[in-house]
């Protein structure tokens, strides 16, 4: 349907309700209240010709020509806003699709009206998608002929990188915006404007620095989520008050604003703040102990760490990231079902979110503890690094080249290749390494957990290829 024929919104389609959530209400006008995406908003840019009205268009300063868009970046950073705005600003026909619930058949239809209105009155269209991410290939195939012939013009919104998520004859005709996390100043300025905005708070609180550091601190780079952290808080206190409830529109001009102060956030987030800087010493400082008592096999250090982590509001999918490389870092092969282990994490971490990712997290951080370790494949894989930076190269041995293209065979590339699976044990004595590096050791398995077993193969492997 088209996102702005219901009544009750207001020119920028936003709900004239003043129930409606505060984020919504303090979604932004124009893109000069967009905060922490300068690098996309400067003159000339591509979102501001897609917000340019048709008059400037056709004086051929505006959008004629824009490609179709994908907005990359993580949640809360205004992904939805510059579709809104380019809706109102474009005066264009906007069209909202989810990726959760629309069909192939719904974007077939949403086209095929794109298609007669463009044709019978010029009329353009803007189709917006949500979490394209979640289109199967096949319906992010069926938006490449109205994208090509730009029957419609797509703007498509993810967390996910597009490189992997967008198939890739969509993604070279589109072009790439990626979002930035917004940065602690522009969530304080966001902050600030909800509480004085008359289409926020107007005035009916004040909130006090630590109070707002807190909501900082927990929104992390989340826009949506400090905005509902702070309403809920002012809420509440508005509530005990006696004033009238949120979003009124009522300015305490007769007497002083009630002030949100910390515990009023801590309620309600339902959570204790946690003396934590995200961006100074005491997250390094909490990090580094959370590695150290995984590597250190202490789990009950690292279930303590990583709480603090969680009750501070570091994000969850940097946490998953952590755990998955000391899975390999200090476990290794001494368990190999560890790193699986905290690759799935990573995945159920996308899809299921907080706060039920925290038993996932404690999970893999626990595997990690608890997993007999090695770092043998760390000081493997920097012994072969050193190696390779350092020249030792050597050529690649004849019968290892490859042997599929033509005149391959002329040069000697695969003669003499012995293939071993027709040998006993699928090993053969055969050279790999170039010869500069004959003999060189890198990998050299622990006697710890199943690197114990393969310890004594791999003795009795070498042995056969070293002959």
Known sequence: MDLFESAGTDDVGVPLDSRAPLAVRMRPRTLDEVVGQDHLLVPGSPLRRLVDPPRDRDRGAGGAGVASVILWGPPGTGKTTLAYLVARGSERRFVELSAVTAGVGDIRQVVSDARRRLVAGGEE?????????????????????????????????????????????????????TLRPLDAEAVRRLIDRAVADERGLA??????????????????????????????????????DGRPPVGT????????APVVTLEDV?????????????????????????IKSMRGSDPDATLHYLARMIAAGEDPRYIARRITIHAAEDVGLADPTVLSTAVAVQQAVALIGMPEAQLVLAEAALAVATAPKSNAVTTGIGQAMADVRAGRLGQVPAHLRDAHYAGAERLGHGRDYLYPHDFPHGVVAQRYLPDELAGRRYYEPTGNGFEKQLASRLEAVRRILDR
């Open 249 to 256: 529109g009522r300015a305490a001009d007769e007497q002083e």
């Open 125 to 177: 269209t803007v189709l917006f998608i949500d979490e394209v991410h979640r289109f199967s290939r096949s319906q992010q195939d069926a938006l490449l002929p109205s994208v090509e012939n730009r029957w419609v013009t797509l703007m498509a919104a993810t967390t996910e990188n597009p490189s992997f998520s967008v198939v890739s004859p969509l993604l070279s005709r589109s072009l790439l915006l």
């Open 203 to 240: 005035g009916t609180v004040s909130v006090d620095d630590d109070a707002r550091e807190q909501i900082v601190r927990m929104a992390g780079s989340d826009a949506r989520k400090s905005l509902t952290v702070l309403e809920v808080a002012a809420g509440a206190v508005l509530a005990g």
């Open 266 to 290: 801590e309620h309600a987030a339902d959570v204790a703040a946690v003396r934590y800087d995200r961006a100074g010493d005491q997250h390094y400082d909490v990090v580094s102990a959370f």
